[in-house]
């Protein structure tokens, strides 16, 4: 792998793969659940690549037979003290909102490869994704309620999104675990595929990404996430705003030119 952050508390490591960066959560004894650590690792990685002009997609994946169990919040508790009031509301919004927040706003497609357990942030991670891509056995499991606690990390923004109130509901206050074809029928996920199939179908997923007009892509999903609170008019408003920026790449310049030459177009990112 490139960059790896070493800790006792998990690995996050990055790779390029042309002008796909490909993020790797490493804890295989906890399921790679979150530590604060890997949160910032993790946060740094996706700052850093909403500012590289070379990236054209990012992708996120856990290592082994699991994508992410959460965060960690026995480890996270385990050091003796009582904290000050306000400790959650004070840290959080800094590390592992943020990620959400990143993976769900930066001008890049991110997509997730989802295997084993996506529990809790791990669940949400993979949600505020562009395309999550699951093994059909995958479980996704958002179990605050059943550890006595409220949901967070964009559970309850996310889920009536994707899937409704009532699905949203089930999930939420009941605890029920859905597996990755389940995830699929409902639309909470892209796709949902074989284990055997996941790889090369994540592949080609993110080679049809990084091949696209990446600054329409970038501004095409920020308008989809700016309707999400908009009038129409207020969203068609701002259609214009990013026309305006999109037509003004190489890339606009070499659909039309493909589109006059009747042949494929061959997008540069820029």
Known sequence: ?????????????????????????????RRNALSHSMIDTLNAALVSAASDDSLRAVHVQGAGSDFCA???WVGS??????????????????????????????????????????AGM????????????????????????ARGFTPDSGSTWLLPRLV??????????LGEKIDGTTAAQWGLIHRSVDEADL??????????????????????KQAI???QHATLNQAMMQELFNLELS???????????????????????R
């Open 1 to 29: 792998m490139g960059d790896e952050a070493q800790s006792a508390d998990g690995v996050v490591s990055t790779s390029r793969d042309g002008t796909v960066l490909h993020i790797a959560l490493d804890r295989a004894g």
């Open 70 to 72: 959460g965060v960690d």
């Open 77 to 118: 508790n385990s050091a003796g003290g009582r904290p000050r009031t306000g400790d959650l509301v004070r840290r959080i919004p800094h590390s592992a909102h943020r990620v959400i927040e990143l993976v769900h706003t930066v001008a890049l497609p991110v997509v997730c490869t989802v295997r084993g357990w996506a």
């Open 122 to 145: 791990g669940c949400n991670l993979a949600l505020a994704a562009d395309f999550t891509v699951a093994a059909s056995d995958a479980v996704f499991w958002e179990p605050f309620l």
């Open 164 to 173: 409704g109130m009532a699905r949203a509901k089930e999930m939420l206050l």
């Open 199 to 220: 790889d090369n179908t994540v592949s080609t997923l993110l080679d049809r990404l990084a091949s696209g007009p990446t600054v329409a892509i970038g501004l095409a």
């Open 225 to 227: 996430n700016h309707s």
């Open 247 to 269: 037509c003004r790449t190489l890339d606009f310049k070499e659909g039309l030119a493909a589109f006059r030459e009747r042949r494929s177009p061959d997008f540069t990112g």
